[in-house]
């Protein structure tokens, strides 16, 4: 049974940093990619970063290209959204999701909260 399970999110400072993890089970990476989404209150979901994990690409949107990164940890099938420099703008519920034919599986979010 395919699992994604998102956590690491909190409320942080403006010009802070957190990890989120998403923990995936159920499945083999290498078929899929993962994307992070966010969803502020009022907003449209928006695609943050994304991983393809058979060649390695990576995609970074513009509101958070040099910021945010986006890694994979091998032994645990978990990957991660390193995000440094956070903003009020980047609060938000975060959410990682899998891309076979389609996004398939969703984690269950994590609220980001930027502020002083």
């Known amino acids: 049974q395919v699992h994604l399970v998102d956590s690491g999110g909190g409320l942080v400072q403006p010009g802070g940093s957190l990890r989120l993890s998403c923990a995936t089970s159920g499945f083999t990476l290498e078929d899929y990619a993962i994307t992070w989404f966010r969803q502020a209150p009022g907003k449209e979901r928006e695609g943050v970063s994304c991983?393809?994990?058979?060649?390695?690409?990576?995609e970074d949107a513009d509101s958070v290209k040099g910021r945010f990164s986006i890694a994979r940890n091998n032994a645990e099938n978990t990957v991660y959204l390193q995000m440094n420099g956070l903003k009020p703008e980047d609060t938000a519920v975060y959410y990682c999701?899998?891309?076979?034919?389609?996004?398939?599986?969703w984690g269950q979010g994590t609220q980001v909260t930027v502020s002083s």
């Open positions: 991983l393809v994990f058979r060649n390695g690409l990576t």
């Open positions: 999701a899998r891309w076979g034919m389609g996004y398939d599986s």
